[in-house]
């Protein structure tokens, strides 16, 4: 019997012990299934989820006084882990009134990816049933006030796109006021980690806080809103673990799905790229036969050609092949999805602005400083009037001023909607206001129609720095760029942004146009001010479209070949009297000019092969004699004008040494119109000239021979001025320059060396 006992014991213990273990096992089962995608940070998160049904909807109810605005934040959940590609799903929603009656029904469209990249910090997951699923990146739409302004309840249903998912989970937000009397102390009792992620998404970093935004930042507050009945019964709840920062993807869609990094284009709106140097450019569509390529010379000394696309071995690529630089435009008949990448296959990025929606009931709020110049950037929705009133610190109205405005449709430009798709928007039409009265605060802006402005502000003493050059380049020797206006943010941003009130417009640069002025140019005599001078012998292609002027005698071209050089010979005595040879040497004297009439001269230096020669006859003659002036360093140049001119063109060459940029100062003295204007003169600038790749030039004297040539600077002397007093310039280095004036009216008086036609 002892022994049965023992037995007996032994088993029971024997059981037990295996129970135990079989229950441990299991436990751990239970804990590996239960552990996060990437390895715990101490930046994880958990959140309360609902499951979204296609059959019965989420209800939610609100205070419409207290609530800004709605969030629905969703992430969809994916059958397969491994599931690679881009699944779609939608969310319907409808608002109620206090009396449950549907006020409004609407759907928004959703397309969702797997976060399974540890190092975007965005892994996410949900734990049931011990198992961890497969969750996507999350997903956000916002109701703004003015749409749910007299619903008390909002109700959310599935609608399923796609047999990828396994379902839908979401949380719902509401923006609802807190009124704080003290700003400062509520800002200091938020968590250290809230107001740095507030910072930093709004600044550079907590110490660039404005007022404004601190005040904006604790009025509000996002609380989370708890769905109508009981959970696990009328719902079901799960929890989402999630890793911060906290990122939201743009997979957001209303309607239809445009990718928001490619170029759209249709019978109405064209795009453009801007290519900096020759190089293969790729373009991914699924539409090749329906798209157009232009090329542009960025110079326009070469006309327009159109370019064929070549086919990749990969799928949908194709290749733009050797693109010279300037600008390629993109042109279709339909609707056509296209990006765009260099020859590295970096993706090509268009340029963003953002506009504030003015009308007459919509005021838009500028604080400028006093005596500020502005710049008023306006794309007006039909031909109507803007409306500019200045007002000091005490609201008083100091000015008002208001001016037409017309619509014409940009063919490049186009607004960026939420739900991706591109609308049209006007061509923009900038306005100027120089020197705001001294008691100056602020400016509303308003329209009689509908209008998107934006504004630019600066001092009309600030200098306007950059770089001029024929090709791309980048400043020298610590050169700085300064921008000649900065753009300013509105008093009451917010408020546009909450009610969705902001404009979103892709920008695209347009193909040069091809203008032909109708006006004279003319060099100024500087003998009376700077006494040295000489005359150059200059190569300026013109431009592709612009008309051969009447050739002239000093008008020139090179000797080419063999057959150049008998025809030489070979003229009759008659037309040698009037003809000339510049002779070019590679060795002092660099430069001699020989009459045609002296024979044996003429025959021993064209059949001299190291030596360049230049003829005043021929049918093609692009060089030209041009007058030019030496100013030295660092000293100013004074200019007045007896009559005030269009435009101001400074031509610089500089002897031939260090191949080096200059810099070249130039301040205008005038009377200025503070009035409203669609012009805008800049006061003092300074650029800094790059050699020219496009332009030759060498002097007609025996020492100085070669030099190097640099773009032509260009002052606008606009409608702004009404009296133009002097022009100040000045070289950083010792410069040869000519000055060209730009007038209405043909001069009376020219003489050869005065003429400018380049």
Not at 606 to 632: E, H, Y
């Amino acid at each position: 019997m002892y022994w049965i006992k023992r037995l007996l014991q032994a088993f029971i213990l024997f059981t037990l012990t295996v129970w135990i273990v079989l229950q441990l096992i299991e436990f751990i089962r239970w804990l590996d299934s239960a552990k996060p995608l990437v390895e715990k940070q101490s930046s994880e998160t958990r959140s309360k989820v609902h499951w979204l049904s296609p059959e019965r909807p989420l209800i939610y109810t609100f205070n419409t006084a207290q609530t800004a605005s709605i969030r629905v934040l969703s992430n969809a959940i994916f059958k397969n882990a491994e599931y690679l590609q881009t699944a779609n799903y939608a969310i319907e929603y409808t608002l109620f009134d206090e009396n449950q009656q549907v006020i409004s029904r609407s759907t928004y469209h959703h397309t969702a990816k797997l976060a399974r990249d540890e190092h975007q910090q965005q892994v996410k997951q949900i734990i049931e049933e011990r198992q961890s699923l497969a969750v996507s990146t999350g997903q956000s739409f916002y109701l703004n006030h003015s749409q749910f302004k007299n619903a008390s309840s909002v109700a959310f249903k599935l609608i399923e796109e796609d047999s990828a998912l396994q379902g839908v989970v979401v949380r719902i937000h509401g923006k609802q006021k807190n009124n704080p009397q003290d700003i400062d102390t509520v800002w200091l009792k938020y968590p250290l980690a809230w107001r740095a992620r507030i910072s930093n998404y709004h600044t550079l970093g907590p110490n660039a806080l404005s007022e404004q935004e601190i005040t904006n930042a604790v009025q509000f507050d996002w609380k989370k809103l708890a769905p109508q009945g009981v959970p696990n019964v009328d719902f079901q709840m799960d929890t989402l673990y999630e890793t911060l920062p906290y990122n939201i993807r743009s997979y957001d869609f209303s309607g239809s799905q445009l990718n928001l990094d490619a170029f759209f284009t249709n019978a109405h709106l064209s795009a453009s790229i801007e290519v900096e140097y020759q190089q293969d450019m790729f373009v991914s569509t699924m539409s090749p036969d329906a798209l157009s390529f232009t090329w542009y010379d960025s110079n326009q000394l070469h006309p327009p050609k159109a370019l064929q696309l070549i086919k990749t071995d990969q799928a949908n690529l194709y290749k733009l092949p050797q693109v010279a630089r300037g600008l390629v435009t993109i042109n279709s008949s339909t609707a056509v999805i296209s990006q765009w990448f260099d020859e590295t296959m970096q993706p090509v990025d268009p340029l963003h602005s953002q506009y504030y929606q003015v009308s007459e009931s919509d005021a838009l709020h500028y604080r400028v400083n006093q005596g500020s110049d502005i710049k008023l950037d306006v794309r007006p929705s039909t031909a109507t009037q803007i409306n500019i009133d200045v007002f000091d610190k005490h609201d008083a109205l100091i000015e008002k001023v208001n001016a037409p405005l017309t619509y014409q449709s940009s063919q490049y430009d186009r607004i960026l909607n939420e739900d991706t798709e591109r609308s049209v928007i006007a061509s923009s039409e900038l306005l100027f206001i120089r020197n705001l009265p001294d008691d100056t605060a602020y400016i509303k802006v308003t329209g009689n129609g509908a209008m998107n402005v934006k504004l630019q502000a600066r001092l009309a003493t600030y200098q306007y720095q950059t770089t001029l050059c024929d090709d791309v380049c980048e400043p020298h020797n610590g050169f700085m760029h300064i921008p000649a206006w900065y753009p300013q943010q509105a008093n009451n941003d917010y408020e546009f942004a909450a009610h969705g009130k902001v404009t979103k417009v892709r920008l695209f640069k347009a193909p040069p146009l091809n203008e032909i002025k109708e006006t004279y140019y003319t060099s100024k005599d500087l003998i009376d001010t700077l006494p040295i001078s000489n005359t150059a012998l200059v190569k300026a292609p013109k431009r592709y479209y612009l008309p051969t002027p009447p050739l002239q005698t000093f008008h020139y071209r090179a000797l080419i070949g063999n057959s150049d050089t008998d025809t030489l010979l070979t003229l009759d005595s008659a037309r040698k009297d009037q003809h000339s040879l510049i002779i070019k040497n590679p060795t002092q004297p660099f430069v001699q000019e020989l009459d045609l009439s002296k024979k044996l001269q003429v025959h021993s230096e064209v059949q001299n092969k190291d030596k360049q020669i230049f003829i005043n006859s021929g049918a093609s003659r692009p060089w030209a004699k041009q007058r030019v002036f030496k100013l030295n360093g660092n000293t100013p140049l004074k200019l007045s004008f007896d009559k005030q001119p269009l435009s101001v063109t400074i031509k610089v060459y500089s002897q031939v040494g260090e191949h080096q940029p200059i810099e070249l100062f130039s301040q205008l003295s005038a009377k200025f119109e503070n009035r409203l204007n669609q012009q805008y003169s800049i006061q003092t600038k300074r650029i800094q000239i790059h050699p020219s790749t496009i332009a030759e030039a060498f002097m007609l004297h025996p020492t100085i021979g070669e030099l190097n040539t640099y773009p032509s600077m260009t002052l606008l002397i606009g409608s702004d001025i009404s009296q133009l007093n002097s022009l100040i310039l000045q070289s950083n280095k010792d410069i040869w320059l000519s000055i060209v004036e730009e007038h209405l009216e043909q001069p009376k008086k020219v003489n050869w060396w005065l003429n400018e036609e380049s």
